[in-house]
Nanobody, 123 residues
Framework: QPRLAESGGGLVQPGDSLGLSCSAS??????TAWFRQAPGKEREFVAA????????NYADSIKGRFTISRDNAKNTVYLQMNNLKSEDTAVYYC??????????????????WGQGTQVTVSS
């Protein structure tokens, strides 16, 4: 059974940087993405990357501040978050699946999810 495990969340101050990792086991996925869910809000798309790295998509809200990348040798996807803001506070989820076309921004595009890691940005 494929599994995803996130790591790297924590408490940081506004303007700080933080990196998240998503390690996959049991399968190599065509597309891996990050979503986030803040208290009282719906889960929202953050970023997605294709297996070869040729496809990358970002939500407008984080474009220019976050960078998604992957290391296929480690079957791991990363999310580097810079210049964090209080509105970035959320539980961040790794998602993966076989979707290979379109913007890949919908949660329904992904079959497998991690348990999430909390990111809190507060002074």
């Amino acid at each position: 059974q494929p599994r995803l495990a996130e790591s790297g969340g924590g408490l940081v101050q506004p303007g700080d940087s933080l990196g998240l990792s998503c390690s996959a086991s049991g399968h190599v996925f065509v597309t891996t993405a990050w979503f986030r869910q803040a208290p009282g809000k719906e889960r929202e798309f953050v970023a997605a990357i294709g297996w070869r790295g040729g496809f990358i998509n970002y939500a407008d809200s984080i474009k220019g501040r976050f960078t998604i990348s992957r290391d296929n040798a480690k079957n791991t996807v990363y999310l580097q978050m810079n210049n964090l803001k209080s509105e970035d506070t959320a539980v961040y989820y790794c998602a993966a699946g076989g979707v290979f076309s379109g913007p890949r921004t919908h949660a329904g595009d992904y079959d497998h999810w991690g348990q999430g890691t909390q990111v809190t940005v507060s002074s």
